[in-house]
C-alpha cells in the first residue's frame, strides 16, 4: 500500500507521530511519505503558521488559552469554523499533489488536513480514505466536524467524549498513540548510557525542554542541581529551541555532570539511559515516555489540551504532577525508589500499548473503516 501522511510544523508531536506511523509502514513493507501540508502553499506559508502557534504558545499562552477555550465553545459537529474555512484554501494545491503522488490512505496527526480533506470529500475532489491520529488525551476542538473515515483515539476511556463531541462511535479505533520503533526496543540502562557518552555511576535525570521550552526552565534545572546527589547527572534535551539551548549552556555549561542537547534524534536512547524524566505534558513525549518506561515527573502544561494530558496521566498512576519548582524536584527523587519506580511502570504498561502504529497500519490494510 502507498500511505501518505500528512502534517503540520505546529510543534513537534504531530510530526513525530507522523514518522512513527510512515517508519512502521516501511518496515512492514509499505510505500510511506510524510509532508508538511503547508508547504504545499509555500516556505513563507509554513513558516507563518508554525511561527504563529508556537509564538503564542511561548509569549502569549494566556491568549492561547482563551482561544482553547473558545475553539470549545464553538466547536460543534452542526456547522463549521474559521479553522474549516481557512484549511479550504489548501484543497487544490492538494488535489494537484494527489495527482502526482497517489495514495492509497492517507493518515493525518493534525487537525489542518483533515479539515482540508473534509472540504475534498465534500465536494468530490478525492475518494481516499482518511485516517486521523489524536495526539492528545482529550478531544481537541473542532475534531467533530471533520469527515474522517476513522479516528485514532490515544486511549479507550476517551470514546465517551469522542462521541459526545459528536463523531460516530463506528469510527473510532482506540488503537493508541504511534511512536517509533526505537521507543520500544530493548535496550539496557548501560548499553544506553555507553552510547549516549554518560557516566555508568549515579543517577540520571532527564529534562526535556521541547521544541518550545518549558516554564521557567532555568529555575528549575538550578534547583535540580541543588538537590541532586553527588555522582548525579543531569540530562537536558532543548529540542530546537536554540535560545534556549544557548541560554543553559552560558549557565550550566560549566557544571559537573550537565549534559546540555540541542535537536536530536535519540531521544528513545537518552530515556533509556536516565532513572526520570522532567517534562511538560505534551501528548508525544508523555507517550513516548511511557512506551519507555520511564517514571515520569509532568510539569506545568500549555493551557489547553495538555491540561487534559496532565490529567489524565497523573488520575492513572503514569505520571507525578506538581506545579511548584521545588515539589517537582521532589517528585522526581521519590520516582527513584523501587517501590515507586515499579508502581508507575505498571500503570504504564497497563495503559499505553507500544504497538499503536502497528495496530494502524493493520487496520488500514484490512479497509475496515
Not at 549516549?196 to 525542554?209: E, H, I, N, R, S
Not at 535519540?266 to 530515556?271: A, D, L, P, S
Not at 527523587?333 to 515499579?342: D, P, T, Y
Amino acid at each position: 500500500m502507498k500511505f501518505l501522511i500528512l502534517s503540520c510544523n505546529t510543534g513537534e508531536g504531530h510530526n513525530a507521530a507522523g514518522r512513527a506511523v510512515m517508519e512502521w509502514a516501511q518496515r512492514m513493507g509499505h510505500e510511506a511519505r510524510m509532508e508538511d501540508m503547508m508547504l504545499l502553499a509555500g516556505q513563507r506559508v509554513s513558516r507563518m503558521v508554525g511561527g504563529s502557534y508556537v509564538g503564542m504558545v511561548k509569549h502569549a499562552p494566556g491568549a492561547f488559552h482563551m482561544l482553547y477555550q473558545a475553539g470549545g465553545k464553538l466547536s460543534s459537529a452542526k456547522r463549521q469554523s474559521p479553522v474549516y474555512y481557512a484549511n479550504h484554501f489548501l484543497a487544490k494545491p492538494l488535489a494537484r499533489y494527489l495527482e502526482k503522488h497517489p495514495a492509497d490512505v492517507i493518515v493525518t496527526p493534525h487537525l489542518f488536513p483533515a479539515e482540508t480533506l473534509t472540504y475534498m470529500k465534500r465536494r468530490g475532489m478525492t475518494d481516499i480514505p482518511v485516517l486521523a491520529v489524536g495526539t492528545d488525551y482529550t478531544c481537541i476542538p473542532f475534531w467533530e466536524e471533520t469527515r474522517c473515515d476513522g479516528y485514532i483515539l490515544p486511549h479507550p476511556d476517551l470514546m465517551e467524549e469522542y462521541v459526545h463531541r459528536g463523531i460516530p462511535a463506528e469510527k473510532l479505533f482506540p488503537l493508541g498513540i504511534p511512536v517509533r520503533p526505537a521507543f520500544s526496543e530493548p535496550e539496557t540502562r548501560e548499553e544506553a548510557r555507553q552510547k549516549c557518552g554518560l557516566p555508568q555511576d549515579g543517577k540520571a535525570y532527564l529534562v526535556m525542554g521541547g521544541s518550545m521550552g518549558f516554564g521557567k526552565i532555568h529555575l528549575f534545572v538550578s534547583e535540580l542541581l541543588r538537590q541532586r546527589e553527588p555522582g548525579d547527572s543531569v540530562v537536558i534535551i532543548c529540542g530546537s529551541n536554540q535560545s534556549l539551548e544557548k541560554t543553559l549552556k552560558k549557565l550550566f555549561g560549566a557544571s559537573e555532570r550537565v549534559h546540555i542537547l540541542g535537536f536530536t534524534r535519540e531521544v528513545h536512547r537518552y530515556m533509556a539511559a536516565c532513572d526520570v524524566i522532567f517534562t511538560k505534558p505534551g501528548g508525544l513525549t508523555s507517550t513516548e515516555a511511557a512506551v519507555r518506561r520511564i517514571p515520569i515527573v509532568h510539569t506545568n502544561p500549555i493551557p489547553g489540551c495538555e491540561t487534559a494530558n496532565l490529567e489524565f496521566f497523573g488520575s492513572r498512576g503514569m505520571s507525578l504532577p506538581a506545579r511548584k519548582i521545588q515539589e517537582q524536584v521532589e517528585a522526581g527523587k521519590r520516582l527513584l525508589e523501587a517501590s515507586e519506580r515499579e508502581k508507575m511502570r505498571k500503570a504504564q504498561r497497563d495503559n499505553i500499548d507500544p504497538q499503536a502504529a502497528v495496530k494502524l497500519i493493520r487496520l488500514a490494510e484490512s479497509g475496515r473503516f
